[in-house]
């Protein structure tokens, strides 16, 4: 199996391992692409590990470095370690207990008694190539992670599911029954999607006001339980699927819940999962409805929770990359093993 997808892989149309300009140009056209779609995500999980100070480093570094430290007697916390590069000790390694201005006490860690006084124009500090993991330990101690991960899912979940069920229905009455104004109806939820959030954002505000909806999870739930997106979808997908069917199942006399259920649904498998991965993405990644909506810090999403780690004075960015690398993770992966239903439903859908 491995084999054949190398030799499909570097298959050319040469042939017999010869390359031709069009295969230049196709590797070519695909490395910059990979490149250019993978760069930024390579970028933000490498700096996730950097420590604050590397982070505001310029010019910045590619991977992420930490510095050198030693224990010295009498000091509980380990101490940064410096070459000295000119001066009166040039050539001696010293541990730096603190700075003053432009002048630093160090100490050398083998003889800790006797503080020196160097310039630190006179010094370079020692660096490797490690990973800042309290970047990712220190979120589970700062904040709590796992209370805003179970907000997330709960409501990407139960709002996936509420809108696959909707969305379906409505889906189905607009492609399988004839009744006058369907038309109508089709063109109003389609009208819809012209219709920029902001302009619906204060009435909708004022409903789930009124219904006392306000910093609950169901308030943040039911306003996008209706997609006009996910009705179109549905909707020209079970178009495809054969009337005789349906009425095949009216004489055995099966209702119509029945037939919703026991019919259009499982054929409506592709659709609807791409329906719901495209769902998971936006539920997953909103911020502004859960902002407006949610103002206690324990009903916070992810995506709020990211948005606490940048003050008004200063921002942790390490933490907040870090975070941001957690944040990404589940969708990825959702998307990742669910993605072939993305090309065979859209596919589908427009087969009619």
Sequence with gaps: MANRAVAFLTRTRAGKGRMDWTDWLSYSYLILGTALMFAPVMWLALSSFKTEADL????????????????????????????????????????????????????????????????????????????????????????????????????????TAITLLVNAMAAFALSKYQFRGRSFVLMLVVGTLMVPQSVVLVPLFLVVKEFGLMNTAWGVIIPGAASPTGVFLLRQYMLTIPDEILEAARMDKASEWKIFWRIVIPLSIPALAVLGILCVMWRWNDFLWPLIVLTDTDNFTLQLALNSFQGEMSTQWSNLLAMTVLTLLPIAAVFMFLQKYITTGIASTGGK
């Design 56 to 159: 505001k480093r310029f010019p910045p570094r590619l991977l992420p470095y930490v510095q050198e430290t030693v224990m010295v007697d009498g000091h509980d916390a380990p101490l940064a370690v410096y070459d000295i590069v000119s001066g009166e000790f040039e050539g001696r390694r010293l541990a730096q207990i603190r700075r003053v201005g432009l002048v630093a006490q160090m100490v050398d860690p083998e003889d800790p008694s006797a503080p020196l006084k160097v310039d630190i124009a006179d010094r370079e500090l020692i660096e490797r190539v490690g990973l800042a993991t309290e970047n990712y330990t220190d979120l589970f101690a700062k904040f709590n992670f796992l209370r805003f991960f179970w907000n997330s899912t709960f409501i990407t979940v139960t709002a």
